[in-house]
């Protein structure tokens, strides 16, 4: 089983429509969630992250964390064309010595206007 | 205030041949991480630093070296260069919180071995 399980997609969505990106992860003991957005060719940027159970809001995206279930998520409201990237789940914390980010493979999204 | 930069952006070594990725970041974080990304992959963590003189393996290590002597700075040493080392290289950096460990990456140095 993968540390950190995401759908490679391609998730694709119309312009103004709720894009929603799943992840699991398989450590028990994380404790900090991560979305970051990759665009082709470029380096990973931080959009999102929550270390409690429930929802955050930030703007047009909401990350949502279920400790229990091992599984966080990604909402973007009206999605825009430049919200086409792929989105990295990344998972910090855990049970194995050095809290090490670990990273999904990540999930291609695309917004066709 | 530059954050993380690296050089070179792009790479061609021939197989056998030896280089060093540079690193160096201007925010005084403590912890530096060097990731590789294979098309369509994830990060993997090659080796970290959690402050100067002190180095450890990541996931991927074989086949690299790295050094810490100063805050600022974190080269990669790639030795014998082979085609699997292929990818493209970023390095990262981060305040150590045990709760929040926001990276910071680099633009990134695109290696292809032939």
């Known amino acids: 089983q993968k540390e950190v399980e995401q759908n490679s997609g391609p998730l694709s969505v119309p312009e103004g429509a709720i894009a929603s990106l799943n992840c699991t992860y398989s450590d028990r003991g994380s404790q900090s969630f991560f979305w970051y957005r990759q665009y082709s060719g470029k380096s990973p940027e931080l959009i999102m992250f929550?270390?409690?159970?429930g929802d955050k809001e930030d703007g047009r995206f909401t990350a949502q964390l279920n400790k229990a279930s091992q599984y966080v998520s990604l909402l973007i409201r009206d999605s825009q064309p430049s919200d086409s990237a792929t989105y990295l789940c990344a998972v910090f914390g855990g049970n194995t010595g050095f809290q090490k980010l670990v990273f999904g493979t990540g999930t291609r999204l695309l917004v066709s206007p | 205030n530059a954050g993380v930069t690296q050089t070179p952006k792009f790479r061609i070594l021939k197989i056998g041949q030896s280089m060093t990725l540079q690193c160096t970041q201007d925010?005084?974080?403590?912890?530096m991480y060097w990731y590789r990304q294979d098309p369509g992959m994830g990060l993997k963590l090659i080796y970290y630093s959690v402050g100067a003189g002190i180095t450890d393996k990541g996931e991927v290590p074989n086949g690299y070296n790295v050094s810490r002597s100063t805050t600022e700075d974190f080269p990669l040493r790639l030795e014998l260069a082979a085609p699997s080392q292929t990818s493209v290289y970023f390095c990262?950096?981060?305040?150590?919180?045990?709760?929040?460990?926001?990276?910071?990456f680099g633009p990134g140095t695109r290696l292809t071995v032939l």
């Open positions: 990262a950096s981060s305040y150590p919180d045990s709760a929040y460990n926001e990276q910071f």
């Open positions: 929550i270390y409690s159970n």
């Open positions: 925010m005084n974080h403590n912890y």
